[in-house]
């Protein structure tokens, strides 16, 4: 079935320590976004992908960069993680004009 | 700016009896309107969408939703709750072309289902 996965589904990180999350769709959706959702939050959009044209939210931190190498995979590099980006990160992608498809999530901890 | 109010925090109801979650936005034209199911530690799943035409939308695991121009709401009902409805609701509002803008989503609904 087509769908959106994320890699991995939990991930501990130390304070300060690099991290990616992945994302890869078999949609062949041309835009790809990514979320935080903070404990009983609404998600947050960090920023999106429309094919290679990238947009950032303007409150997006500098910490949070994103990367997307062709049309099915996009990364979330967060520098220098913090206690506060503890979250889920939600990967979502929609062809142009549809519906957003969301993936299962990455749930960060950081020590 | 487009916003979404989902006055709702926390809803309890009894296997069996009827739901509606409350959602209404704020958009300056026609919008497209989604609701999502989140369980807990889980992505978002969509229920249904609303882009134009017929106002009454049937979604999936027999969801519907109506949306009121007049009253700017896009309520989410089901005659009868399961006990695996229990989740986190999200009422989203999209601009026209929402395949490159974001959504924006309200606060959630907690739905707890009582045996």
């Known amino acids: 079935d087509a769908m959106v996965i994320q890699n991995p589904r939990y991930q501990v990180t130390q304070f300060g320590k690099p991290v990616t999350l992945s994302c890869s769709q078999t949609?062949?959706?041309?835009?790809m976004y990514w979320y935080q959702q903070k404990s009983s939050q609404a998600p947050k959009l960090l920023f999106h992908?429309?094919?290679?044209?990238?947009?950032n939210e303007a409150d997006t931190p500098d910490n949070f960069q994103s990367r997307r190498p062709n049309t099915s995979f996009c990364f979330l590099d967060i520098r220098s993680p913090g206690l506060g980006d503890a979250a889920m990160y939600l990967c979502?992608?929609?062809?142009?004009?549809?519906?957003?498809?969301f993936g299962p999530g990455t749930r960060l901890l950081v020590l | 700016a487009q916003s979404v109010t989902q006055p709702d925090i926390h809803i309890t109801v009894s296997e069996g009896a009827s739901l509606e979650l409350r959602c209404n936005y704020s958009?300056?034209?026609?919008?497209?309107l989604f609701w999502y199911v989140q369980s807990p530690g889980q992505g978002l799943q969509l229920l249904l969408k609303?882009?134009?035409?017929?106002?009454l939308v049937q979604g999936i695991k027999g969801f519907e939703a109506e949306f009121k121009r007049s009253q700017s709401s896009f309520n989410l009902r089901k005659p009868s709750v399961h006990w695996s409805d229990a989740a986190e609701y999200f009422c989203?509002?999209?601009?026209?072309?929402?395949?490159?803008?974001?959504?924006?989503f309200g606060s959630g609904t907690r739905l707890q289902v009582q045996p």
């Open positions: 979502a992608t929609a062809a142009k004009r549809e519906t957003q498809y």
């Open positions: 949609l062949n959706h041309n835009v």
């Open positions: 992908y429309y094919d290679k044209d990238f947009n």
């Open positions: 958009y300056g034209a026609t919008p497209y």
């Open positions: 609303y882009f134009s035409g017929d106002t």
């Open positions: 989203a509002v999209g601009q026209g072309d929402t395949g490159r803008r974001a959504l924006t």
